[in-house]
């Protein structure tokens, strides 16, 4: 029977696997070393003898409390592969100048959490991971992208995008400016800026201070071709056309309200 996980949830109670990765790890926990091995290597989730990421998860850490370093060192490296794999898809070389470093940054995050696992420290880093693998990854690739962008102040390109009309989005840069500024807080001109702007963007709806959040401050591409890119569009679950339109509205109530000021 699979060891339980400690991590507490907010609400009461502790964090649970789902069934079929508790039933996945009991049946892992009586093969042969072999026969583990071998279902650890295959990537095809459609094959009948594929081990989801938690269960690999599970078994690496057991074999660390277990101080048995030989099957460690055997599910790591088909772990990782995975994980760099994962990785791949999600930060593509040319997606970004960085995409390699930022993927190696990705996989030391992760090793520090792996590191701790039968130590004094924080132990339970790793639970959730057992509970859903690939939410857990994403937020954790997704959360070094958004601190990579932040360090780096890559303002969002929102000048190619056009209105129902074709026309563009920004003409007169007034989202670019709104977009400069919050990344970028601390200097004077900013500074005065934002204390104007902020009585506008009070004045939202919560849709719009939410679009305007995602897309232009915190940085997210309004929409993607990578299913595992974590777009403005996914979280607010509307299209570009919405997204656009709303974008669009507040520009030109950000303009008149500017004029009024």
Known sequence: MARPLNKKLDEGGFY????????????????STETVLRRAAIRNVRDPDYMPMECLLHLMREARLGKD???????????????????????PDGSRTDAADLRDEVMFKFNVMFARV???????????????????FQFLWWKQVRKDNARKNILVDIGQ?????????????????????????????????LAQVGKFLATLSPADRETIRLVLIEGHTIESD???????????????????KRLAKVAAALKKFQQES
């Open 118 to 136: 039968g130590t004094n420290e924080d132990a339970t880093a790793l639970d959730y991971y057992e509970v859903s693998f690939n939410q857990a």
């Open 161 to 193: 995008e056009k209105d129902e009309d074709g026309r563009p989005l920004d003409e007169e840069n007034t989202l670019a400016k709104l977009s400069e500024a919050a990344r970028s807080p601390a200097q004077q001109d900013n500074v005065v800026y």
């Open 226 to 244: 990578d299913p595992d890119e974590v777009t403005a569009a996914k979280i607010l679950g509307v299209g570009r056309r919405a997204i656009n």
């Open 16 to 31: 649970t696997r789902r069934p079929e990765i508790e039933a996945c790890i009991d049946e892992a926990l009586k093969q």
């Open 69 to 91: 370093k030989s099957m460690e060192g055997k599910l790591y490296v088909l772990f990782m592969s995975r994980c760099e794999a994962r990785l791949k898809r999600a930060i």
